[in-house]
């Protein structure tokens, strides 16, 4: 679920905080860059883990601030693909139903990838899987806030880094700006079509 990767950066330190160990600097401005950010192609990073190596600093003119190229490990979120993970049902919709594990809420199990026969009751908007069974059908349902295992099955990075203005996007309407705006960065998308996944109320002895 966690893994730590090895990045570089020039971090920028002002002026203000050369009293300070210039580690502890360096430390706090690599989480406040980095910290619950995602990274494109790498994951959600999570906190600085170390700093292997600091090269020598420089000051450029007109600015009185310290510019040091630091290489350093960082703890970050990115499940590997069939990880089986835990999490709470968040909400349920048309395309699927949607998971939290806490500190990141952007999973989506799609409706191909729940247990079948499976529908989406819209009074209630919650998926249902129909289980057979020897004396008929029973409904269960996949209701907000259960805990429920899943499989990592696939993941999307997209691009959300500001591009400048062009002339084709000049023509494109506000709404469709604003869809692009609201675009998750990374997604997951979860199964739970074998047995032994879904809901843990499902496979736990009364």
Same mark, same amino acid.
Request: glycine share 6%; proline share 5%.
């Given at each position: 679920?966690f893994v730590l990767v090895e990045m570089?950066?020039?971090? @920028?330190?002002?002026?203000? %905080?050369?009293?300070?160990?210039?580690? +502890?600097s360096i430390a706090e401005e690599l989480?406040?860059?980095?910290?619950?950010?995602?990274?494109?192609?790498?994951?959600?990073?999570?906190?600085?883990?170390? *700093?292997?190596?600091?090269?020598?600093?420089?000051?450029?003119?007109?600015?009185?601030?310290?510019?040091?190229?630091?290489?350093? @490990?960082?703890?970050?979120?990115?499940?590997?693909?069939?990880?089986?993970? *835990?999490?709470?049902?968040?909400?349920? !919709?048309?395309?699927?139903?949607?998971?939290?594990? $806490?500190?990141?809420?952007?999973?989506?199990?799609?409706? +191909?990838?729940?247990? %079948?026969?499976?529908?989406?009751?819209?009074?209630? %908007?919650?998926?249902?899987?129909?289980?057979?069974? +020897?004396?008929?059908?029973?409904?269960?349902?996949?209701? *907000?806030?259960? +805990?429920? @295992?899943? @499989?990592?099955?696939?993941?999307?990075?997209?691009?959300? !880094?500001?591009? $400048?203005?062009?002339?084709?996007?000049?023509?494109?309407?506000?709404?469709?700006?604003?869809? %692009?705006?609201?675009?998750?960065?990374?997604?997951?998308?979860?199964?739970?079509?074998?047995? $032994?996944?879904?809901?843990?109320?499902?496979?736990?002895?009364?």
């Amino acid at each position: 679920m966690f893994v730590l990767v090895e990045m570089t950066d020039t971090v @920028r330190i002002p002026p203000w %905080q050369f009293e300070r160990k210039l580690n +502890e600097s360096i430390a706090e401005e690599l989480n406040k860059k980095l910290a619950n950010k995602v990274v494109y192609n790498v994951g959600l990073c999570i906190c600085l883990y170390d *700093i292997t190596k600091l090269e020598d600093s420089y000051i450029f003119p007109g600015d009185g601030a310290s510019h040091t190229k630091v290489h350093f @490990r960082y703890v970050v979120f990115h499940p590997f693909l069939d990880e089986i993970l *835990i999490g709470q049902i968040k909400s349920c !919709s048309q395309d699927g139903v949607h998971v939290s594990i $806490g500190f990141f809420d952007d999973i989506v199990i799609p409706p +191909e990838s729940l247990q %079948q026969p499976a529908k989406f009751d819209e009074a209630e %908007q919650v998926w249902v899987w129909e289980y057979e069974t +020897e004396e008929g059908a029973h409904d269960l349902y996949m209701d *907000i806030g259960e +805990e429920i @295992r899943f @499989r990592v099955v696939d993941e999307t990075f997209v691009d959300t !880094s500001p591009t $400048g203005p062009s002339s084709a996007e000049a023509s494109t309407s506000n709404t469709t700006e604003e869809v %692009q705006k609201k675009e998750a960065p990374y997604t997951l998308v979860g199964s739970i079509s074998e047995p $032994g996944l879904g809901l843990l109320s499902w496979w736990t002895n009364s």
